[in-house]
Structure formats: structure tokens, C-alpha cells
């Protein structure tokens, strides 16, 4: 349903959590448009980022403004979808366990978060095996996570 305003596919409400700095901007923008909004004597709008008319985004319209914007930086273009997997992989490059993962995805199950991120687990767990060696369980900290979990995007739409 392009254009529309629907649910999720689940129909249940996701908070997705954000970093700090993230909601400090959020909240300079949320001031500056109420000042915005004042000044120009016209109603505040229920919508965090605006076309440069001050309505709403359609999908088309900041799609072609996000490509424009990637374009001019010389940087590769991206679907909003393989925003989603950066967001995923990221987590998972910071050790986050994949339960919460899963949960900030919306996935239905933790099946469907391992089917489509179990490449970037890769073998940072095999050190947990070593560890029973000698009796060496709590001494070793855990390897740092491998390069080529930053990998963006995947060739499954599953999720």
C-alpha cells in the first residue's frame, strides 16, 4: 500500500530504542519547529522530518531526496531497506544478544533473525570452546568482532 499509512506487518506498535545523541537532535528539531511553527502563526505538524513545502514525505519524493543527497556526497546508493540491515548488523557488531535484535527488527521469531543475520555471527563464538582448555573459562576476554560484520544489506527479503 504505497502512499498510505498503515501498521506494521505484525499490526502490533515496535518501540525501536535510539541513542542519546540521536534523541538530544530529535529534540533540537522538535524545539526548532515549535518555533518555526509560532513565528509563522501556522499549526505544528504531527511529523518529524518535512518536505522542504512543510507536508508530509511521500515515499517517492524522499526517496529521489535521499538519492539526490547520496549522490551529490559521492556516496553509493542504498535502499531504505539496507538501512534496516546496517541497523542489524551493527547491533550485532556490538555484541548485542540477538533476542533484542530480533525484537528491535519486529521479527515474529529469533528463527527468522538467525536465518537472515547468521553469516555475520561468523566464528566469534568459538572462542568460548578454546576456553575449556586448561581450565581457562574466565580468563580470556572474548575476541573483538570480525571486519566483515559492517557488511551491509543481504539477498534475502524475508524480513
Not at 549522490?71 to 556490538?94: C, G, M, N, P, W
Not at 581450565?135 to 568482532?145: F, L, V
Request: hydrophobic share 35%; with cysteine.
Amino acid at each position: 500500500m504505497r502512499g498510505q499509512l498503515t501498521t506494521t506487518k505484525t499490526r502490533k506498535i515496535r518501540r525501536v530504542d535510539v541513542t542519546p545523541q540521536l534523541t538530544g537532535r530529535l529534540k533540537q528539531l522538535k524545539e526548532t519547529r515549535l518555533l518555526e511553527t509560532a513565528m509563522s502563526g501556522k499549526p505544528s505538524h504531527d511529523w518529524v522530518f518535512l518536505s522542504p513545502l512543510g507536508c508530509r514525505w511521500d515515499e517517492r519524493n524522499l526517496r529521489r531526496a535521499v538519492y539526490k543527497v547520496l549522490e551529490q556526497a559521492k556516496l553509493r546508493r542504498v535502499r531504505f531497506h539496507d538501512l534496516r540491515h546496517t541497523y542489524a548488523s551493527l547491533l550485532i557488531q556490538t555484541t548485542a544478544p540477538a533476542k533484542y535484535i530480533q525484537e528491535q527488527l519486529g521479527h515474529a521469531s529469533i528463527q527468522v533473525t538467525m536465518d537472515v543475520y547468521r553469516h555475520l555471527y561468523g566464528g566469534e563464538y568459538r572462542h568460548f570452546v578454546s576456553r575449556l582448555d586448561d581450565g581457562k573459562a574466565a580468563e580470556e576476554p572474548a575476541p573483538p568482532p570480525h571486519p566483515e560484520m559492517l557488511i551491509v544489506g543481504t539477498s534475502k527479503t524475508s524480513d
